[in-house]
């Protein structure tokens, strides 16, 4: 498999979270072309002889005391040690790099993700990845990554391989944990991906999209249900709404997409981080006009987002988000028109200064629109809105890409004016071009997707 690195130069960018000011310098990748080893030759010894350009960004901190961060970061180190130097190479860029940003949820097949996939590791560097995300996510957070990206993709893959497999989520890593405080890495495919960051004693996992298709089924004899709690603790809290409450709450919207989702295309940057502006969406029903009941109901839903996160860093972020919690708004939109179940279509957002969290329904989709029920196809996102002034950051924490005051003012526009950022993208309605072994599932060559 041949693995082309994206070759750019950042300008000069200065960046600002309130009494912080960090100062990227440009920062450029290695344009050479390499073959990835097979999984069972992928040792230390396999290398083009190519290495990643140093790089040159200022306002890095010292490597943290916290002892958990210490673990964080040792297991990360170990697991870089283990692999190829090619590898290595291809997974790593500096803090500052687009990749952050060039995540989305469309299928991860034709190798159209940075960095290196699943598929390239080795029985021990996977496990060994897979703990390393355990150190970062609570269990309840882990169970869901391992049930999205194993359990339901499983599922996916025995309906057509070349478009769907646990072997496609792609690793990237940014920054070197070896000789700094900040670095971070990303877990990036189809229905799964999170932007794991940490800067000094800070953690952080924002943004972090979640979804399944099916979210609920048995894969090899094994069963899971992969947003019972998100779904079932907003049942709760909707039934919980007195009929005033509910009103408030409830959407006459006739669309109940994500709002601040995956980017629209192939290769596209999250558009809405930076300067996104997140003031229309003080709208519902708010939280100090809610009964007792309610409150704490919402609470419990607020909590199934953040505890993703290990609970020490959870803690830290929750503590930001109580001492906002009167700007907190709720929305629902029910498509039935009646009162929604666990087996009906709905969809939901909360919004507070330091919490964004959609879950939506989305309906099935191309191959799978025969044989999964609407409901069953999920999509939840989760993030911190507008980078606010905290030590902790929002979206990509202390590392988001915010154009400088002589510059565009969000991500977007700079990738929309930028000239090394104008090809063509596939867009989420898109066909691609399968050769499917012999299946009950046939489909002329042509299998069309959309939003998978």
Request: hydrophobic residues 30%.
């Amino acid at each position: 498999m041949r693995k082309i690195k994206n070759s750019f130069y950042l300008l000069f960018t200065v960046l600002t979270f309130g009494s912080t000011t960090l100062v990227f310098n440009s920062c450029s990748n290695d344009t050479s072309t390499s073959e990835t080893a097979d999984e069972d030759t992928e040792t230390d010894e396999d290398s083009d002889g190519d290495s990643t350009v140093a790089c040159e960004t200022t306002g890095e901190l010292d490597q943290s005391t916290n002892t958990e961060i210490e673990t964080m970061r040792q297991a990360v180190v170990d697991f870089r040690n283990s692999l190829s130097s090619t590898l290595l190479d291809d997974a790593s860029v500096c803090l500052d790099d687009e990749r952050f940003y060039l995540w989305h949820n469309t299928p991860a097949n034709n190798n159209n993700r940075d960095g290196i996939t699943y598929g390239d590791l080795s029985d021990d560097q996977l496990v060994a990845f897979k703990d390393i995300l355990q150190l970062f996510l609570s269990s309840g957070g882990y169970q869901k990554v391992y049930e999205i990206t194993e359990l339901s993709e499983g599922w996916l893959n025995n309906v057509q391989s070349s478009v769907w497999d646990p072997e496609f989520y792609s690793i990237d890593m940014f920054g070197d944990p070896e000789t700094s405080g900040s670095w971070g890495f990303q877990l990036d495919g189809h229905h799964c991906a999170i932007n794991f960051l940490v800067h000094g004693d800070n953690v952080s996992i924002v943004p972090a999209f979640l979804g399944g298709e099916p979210a609920a089924d048995t894969w090899n004899g094994e069963e899971f249900d992969i947003f019972s709690d998100e779904r079932d603790l907003a049942l709760n809290l909707y039934n919980s709404l007195d009929a005033n409450e509910l009103t408030s709450a409830s959407s006459i919207s006739s669309t109940h997409s994500l709002e601040v989702g995956p980017a629209d295309m192939n290769g596209d940057p999250d558009p809405y981080i930076g300067t996104y502006d997140y003031s229309g969406f003080t709208t519902g029903l708010k939280y100090s006009e809610m009964s007792t009941t309610a409150q704490a109901n919402l609470i419990v839903v607020m909590k199934e987002y953040v505890y993703n996160l290990t609970d020490s860093f959870a803690d830290i972020w929750w503590a930001d988000i109580m001492d906002n919690i009167d700007d907190t708004y709720f929305v629902w939109i029910n498509d039935s028109g009646s009162t929604p179940t666990a087996t009906s279509q709905f969809y939901y957002r909360v919004y507070n200064p330091y919490l964004w969290a959609e879950f939506n329904t989305e309906g099935s989709t191309g191959a799978n629109s025969s044989t999964i029920a609407d409901y069953n196809h999920v999509h939840t996102i989760t993030r911190i809105p507008n980078n606010p002034s905290t030590d902790n950051g929002g979206d990509y924490g202390i590392f988001a890409f915010m154009i400088n005051q002589n510059g565009p003012k969000t991500l977007l526009e700079h990738y929309v004016l930028a000239d090394h950022h104008k090809s063509s993208k596939f867009k989420f309605d898109y066909y691609i071009k399968t050769e499917l072994n012999n299946s009950s599932h046939t489909h002329n060559g042509n299998t069309h997707f959309h939003e998978g």
